[in-house]
């Protein structure tokens, strides 16, 4: 299962500069804007101590991480709705993610110009806010001038469903603000789904700030800071050095693991595990997902004839020793179709062909 990520932003607030840190991977940066046009694409690995140590007590020949890709989309300006700079390929580019990390400047750098010639994080996150929901307002009026006429006959039911509720998403994106904070019944979500909505999609902040710096510019939230420059420091040195750099600065972990963790969380996902001889993997899947989907994420085989999960918790697992200690101390627990999942299951499925 993939989730895309799509970092945003205004031209020059250090998106380029942290995607090649996360991904490590080379991108255009230049000192001016639109200097990213098509997105980069990077696959990230989910930092997770827990697999190195499955892979310890399984033995295992390999060791494979959870993903999640990133793209790197390029600079929104402002009236990029109207399709001012290269803004409609940019929102089409928004469109397809399944979650948007809006990096917003608070570092100060007279060679870095910004676009409106002044550093001010909140300023620069209602700039592309707003670019956002008036994408999503074009989308919902043209829909509602596509379903009005309809509702003349008195016979079109779907028209007559659905023309009030994005008459209510019309004047809520109307005063600027996001379609996320609606609230919609379950039977609505399925309109919602069909629109792609920009705003629907859950955000993260990411406040590029100067080293040192960990305060968050109030009215940003959920946000996290970073330190775009650093990452990059970090991203050229070897994993020791790193760790000694990190040593150094008094942090825990880096930006970009927590940046990477921050989104893992924004997506509502949590992670299983299969562990033996050959390797110990990681699955990534929502909160709430039942076994049998679960499953259906190895192989779709795995779905559709699943019969059993013979599943251990992480910490049961660790604290036995292995698999067959836990088994033996009574640690393993059989579910059905009905069982939801659980942040650190060790699992094997059992299917019938």
């Not at 994408?135 to 043209?142: F, H, M, R």
């Not at 080293?211 to 970073?226: C, K």
């Not at 909160?287 to 679960?294: D, W």
């Amino acid at each position: 299962m993939s989730f895309q990520v799509g970092i945003v932003g205004l031209p020059n607030v250090g998106k380029s500069t942290l995607f090649k840190a996360l991904t490590r991977k080379s991108v255009v940066i230049e000192n001016y804007p639109f200097a990213t046009i098509d997105p980069n694409v990077g696959v990230v690995e989910v930092p997770d101590a827990r697999l190195a140590k499955l892979t310890e007590l399984s033995k295992s020949a390999k060791t494979i991480p959870t993903t999640i890709e990133f793209l790197d989309i390029a600079g929104l300006v402002k009236n990029a709705h109207q399709g001012e700079g290269l803004g409609n390929q940019f929102l089409s580019n928004i469109r397809e993610v399944d979650a948007v990390v809006q990096v917003v400047r608070a570092f100060k750098d007279p060679n870095i110009i910004h676009v409106a010639n002044r550093v001010d994080p909140l300023s620069d996150s209602e700039v592309v806010n707003l670019e956002l929901a008036m994408a999503d307002l074009s989308t919902v009026q043209k829909r509602l001038q596509g379903l009005r006429p309809k509702l003349k006959t008195g016979q079109d039911k779907l028209a007559a469903k659905q023309v009030p509720l994005l008459e209510k998403l019309e004047q809520h994106l109307n005063t600027g603000q996001p379609a996320r904070t609606l609230t919609w019944h379950e039977d609505e979500k399925a309109l919602m789904n069909e629109l792609q909505l920009l705003t629907a999609k859950p955000m993260l902040y990411v406040v590029n700030v100067d080293e040192g710096v960990a305060q968050v510019p109030a009215g940003l939230s959920p946000a996290i800071t970073i330190s775009a420059k650093i990452e990059a420091e970090l991203a050229d040195l070897s994993p020791e050095e790193a760790r000694g750099m990190l040593k150094d600065l008094g942090l825990a972990e880096s930006g970009l693991d927590k940046l990477i963790h921050a989104s893992y969380a924004l997506l509502n996902l949590i992670t299983y595990f299969t562990t033996g001889p050959d390797e110990s993997r990681a699955w990534t899947i929502t909160k709430g997902t039942q076994a049998p989907q679960a499953a259906g994420v190895i192989h779709t085989d795995f779905e559709h004839g699943f019969i059993r999960a013979e599943v251990i918790s992480y910490d049961d697992f660790i604290t036995a020793g292995g698999e067959s200690h836990a088994r033996e101390a009574g640690k393993l627990r059989l579910e059905g179709k009905e069982y939801v999942m659980q942040d650190g299951d060790i699992c094997h499925f059992r299917f019938s062909v």
